[in-house]
């Protein structure tokens, strides 16, 4: 059950857009479209951004987007906002032995 | 609305038992499957361990596999978590998690504060 791999850190300045990447192997990210997408703050439990790859919860603005393309998801959020500072999990499926993977996390930053 | 209150974190020696309990409300429990999602101490998110709704499969990561037991009382709204041989690495907060109703039990919508367990002697 090796956990995906993301960058430890991404930075952007208010209004500009920035992309997570996620990356892990066909039995997980690639072998099915049950990717999803978790912010954490500080101290906080984390929220569900997005599932299904690319679906939002109801709540979720939609400037954040996800997508995916053979073994790597990605989440893109636009027009960056203060409030976006925080860390960023994703999420996969990864069959009925592994069942559930994260990734390790990326700390977004806004300058 | 739906809230999830995990109890039962405390400190406890290598070797020691405990039992984690996560309080659900607001939402029809025994129609999700629910999941236990650990995080140590400035580390990232890791699964532990899920139910189906009505408790009759279960899954485990291999990290725990014959030490933590999952189950669920429906008729309390309340899962649980035994955790058994422990050891200093099973040091997170440990999370409830419901599912939002996917196939997969893999997407968690609601998530519970958190309840601190500490493995040391």
């Known amino acids: 059950q090796s956990a995906l791999t993301q960058p430890r850190s991404v930075s952007g300045s208010p209004g500009q857009s920035v992309t997570i990447s996620c990356t892990g192997s066909s039995s997980d990210v690639g072998g099915y479209n049950y990717v999803s997408w978790y912010q954490q703050h500080p101290g906080k439990a984390p929220k569900l951004m997005i599932y299904?790859?690319?679906k939002r919860p109801s709540g979720v603005p939609d400037r954040f987007s996800g997508s995916k393309s053979d073994n790597t998801a990605s989440l893109t959020i636009s027009g960056l906002q203060a409030e976006d500072e925080a860390d960023y999990y994703c999420c996969s499926y990864a069959g009925n032995y592994a069942r559930v993977v994260f990734g390790g996390g990326t700390k977004l930053t806004v300058l | 609305e739906v809230q999830l209150v995990e109890s039962g974190g405390s400190l406890v020696q290598p070797g020691g038992s405990l039992r984690l309990s996560c309080a659900a409300s607001g939402f029809t429990f025994s129609s999700y499957a629910m999941s236990w999602v650990r995080q140590a101490p400035g580390k990232g998110l890791a699964w532990v361990s899920a139910?189906?709704?009505?408790?009759?499969?279960?899954y485990y990561a291999d990290s725990v596999k014959g030490r933590f037991t999952i189950s669920r009382d429906n008729s309390k709204n309340t899962l649980y978590l035994q955790m058994n041989n422990l050891r200093a690495e099973d040091t997170a907060v440990y999370y409830c998690?419901?599912?939002?109703?996917?196939?997969?039990?893999?997407?968690?919508?609601?998530w519970g504060q958190g309840t601190l367990v500490t493995v040391s002697s």
């Open positions: 139910i189906s709704g009505s408790g009759a499969t279960t």
């Open positions: 998690a419901k599912d939002l109703g996917s196939g997969a039990w893999s997407f968690f919508d609601y």
């Open positions: 299904d790859v690319s």
